[in-house]
């Protein structure tokens, strides 16, 4: 059972219905009639124009040594990025990395690869793997960019010396 904490107003924005455990007035069983659940589509192009930036932002945390940062810019990489990409391929719902050791086993093992210690090393060997398996993962990226854009490089001119 997983609980989830929203104000009335948010409540029928959902992407299930909700088994509804305690409620008063039938305020919660009302804002469910009002919208079905509905999933917002993964979009491939917005994440691929904003990865590489994504990337450099995190390479800039680690490169301040910052790596509590850093560590937390890893976990929106798998939840926003990695996880939904392993999902799509798997033919489930595109959301965060929940359920990928059962959906996609192997590829749940290769996201293993961008876990990392409090340690500046580890998070930059974890960076990088992130970058590679966005491109191992996602089909036809940079193909417009050329090689100036890609993300391992920008990360790689921001982490010079640190893995």
């Known amino acids: ?21 305690r409620g008063r007035g039938g305020t919660l069983a009302t804002a469910l009639t009002r919208l079905p659940p509905s999933t917002a589509p993964f979009n491939r192009q917005w994440i691929e124009d904003r990865f590489r930036v994504w990337v450099h932002y995190g390479a800039t945390k ?7 940062e850093t560590i937390g810019f890893l976990v929106l990489l798998r939840g926003t990025v990695l996880g939904p990409l392993v999902a799509l391929k798997a033919g489930a719902d595109p959301h965060g990395v929940r359920h990928l050791e059962n ?3 192997e590829q749940a093992r290769g996201l293993q690869t961008t876990l990392c210690g409090h340690d500046r090393r580890e998070a930059g060997q974890a960076l990088l ?8 993962w996602s089909p036809g990226t940079w193909a417009s960019h050329g090689s100036r854009c890609a993300p391992k490089n920008s990360a790689s001119r921001s982490m010079a010396g640190v893995t």
């Open 1 to 21: 059972m997983d609980f989830k904490f929203v104000r009335a107003a948010d409540f029928a924005l959902r992407t299930e219905d909700p088994e509804i455990r």
């Open 62 to 68: 680690l490169g301040r040594g910052e790596l509590f």
């Open 103 to 105: 959906i996609a086993p």
């Open 129 to 136: 793997a992130a970058v590679e398996l966005y491109r191992r």
